[in-house]
């Protein structure tokens, strides 16, 4: 049983770099997901502006 303890390390080790890959990832998506929502909050005041005109000019 003494080798199970070496493998645990050893796939711990090898486990690093994709959790870190992961982690990148996360973040990078994390990011994109917040430009996103600022993106559809401009497109909802930018709307909203325009709504607002066009009512403007209808009255």
Same mark, same amino acid.
Do not use: C, W, Y
């Given at each position: ?19 870190? *890959? ?10 994109? *997901? ?7 909050e401009?497109?909802?005041?930018? *709307? ?12």
């Amino acid at each position: 049983m003494s080798g199970t303890s070496g493998t645990t390390r050893s796939e711990d080790q090898s486990a690093a770099p994709t959790k870190q *890959f992961i982690q990148r990832h996360n973040t990078e998506l994390e990011e994109a *997901f917040q430009e996103a929502e600022r993106t559809v909050e401009s497109g909802k005041t930018r *709307f909203a502006n325009a709504e607002e005109m066009l009512n403007s000019l209808a009255i």
